[in-house]
């Protein structure tokens, strides 16, 4: 089945330095990524829509300057946390679909677990 | 977006079946029914989903109420491996939408 995989799994990063993760959709296309954070013994929140060559939508409350958001192509999407915090650390989850309706299933990377010392 | 209600956690015996329940009951005529699962420490997976009628799948069955107002997850068999946190979600058939995760039920399976 599709796969979606995300890189790296878990990362630790000083206060004040920048973390790119990376999501790609390894056997087909999304025009659209979805980026969502969890925080321990809560669900995942959307954080943004990634969109292939264009800007990222973001939700309310979600600093767009901090969340930087890349889709350059149709199969990768990125996401760097700028300037970390330790109120950064958090579980990172991409998610993607193949284009087409809504029941379409939605497959997800494997998460990255960001802590920032 | 339309709102679902579980249960925040469940129990099960291994090798038993496990009923978890969904309350959708403002849930509109265009809505897919929506299951996915966490697994501890990875991102969640699908399980089924289903629009009116009833889904079986390698997984797990999806009953859904005559009235869509609320749906079942059925695991014939729960393993260990099914301990995890279960997602209803309701998605609208209107283009490529993000899920938009609830609480969710937390499973644990007894050995």
């Known amino acids: 089945g599709a796969v979606v995989s995300q890189h790296p799994s878990r990362v630790i990063c000083k206060s004040g330095t920048s973390v790119k993760i990376e999501c790609r959709s390894l056997?087909?296309?999304?025009?659209?990524m979805f980026w969502y954070r969890q925080f321990p013994k809560q669900s995942l929140m959307l954080m943004a829509t990634?969109?292939?060559?264009?800007?990222?939508?973001?939700e309310q409350g979600v600093e767009k300057d901090k969340f930087l958001i890349n889709h350059a192509s149709l199969t990768l999407s990125t996401l760097t946390v700028t300037s970390a915090h330790p109120e950064d650390s958090s579980f990172y989850i991409c998610?993607?679909?193949?284009?087409?309706?809504?029941?379409?299933?939605?497959?997800f990377g494997q998460g990255t677990r960001l802590t920032v010392v | 977006d339309a709102k679902t209600t579980q249960p925040n956690s469940m129990e099960s015996n291994e090798e038993e079946p496990v009923h978890l329940p969904c309350n959708h009951s403002?849930?509109?005529?265009?809505?897919?029914i929506h299951w996915y699962r966490q697994l501890p420490s990875q991102g969640p997976e699908y399980v089924i989903h289903?629009?009116?009628s009833n889904v079986n799948n390698r997984m797990a069955s999806l009953a859904i109420a005559e009235d869509r107002k609320s749906s079942t997850l059925i695991l014939h068999r729960a393993t260990l491996r099914d301990a995890a946190v279960y997602y209803c979600?309701?998605?609208?058939?209107?283009?490529?939408?993000?899920?938009?995760f609830g609480k969710g039920t937390r499973l644990s399976v007894i050995a």
């Open positions: 998610s993607a679909r193949e284009s087409g309706t809504a029941n379409t299933e939605a497959f």
């Open positions: 056997d087909f296309q999304a025009t659209t």
């Open positions: 990634s969109n292939e060559g264009s800007k990222a939508t973001y």
């Open positions: 403002t849930i509109s005529g265009t809505d897919y």
């Open positions: 289903g629009l009116t």
């Open positions: 979600i309701l998605r609208p058939y209107s283009g490529n939408t993000p899920l938009v």
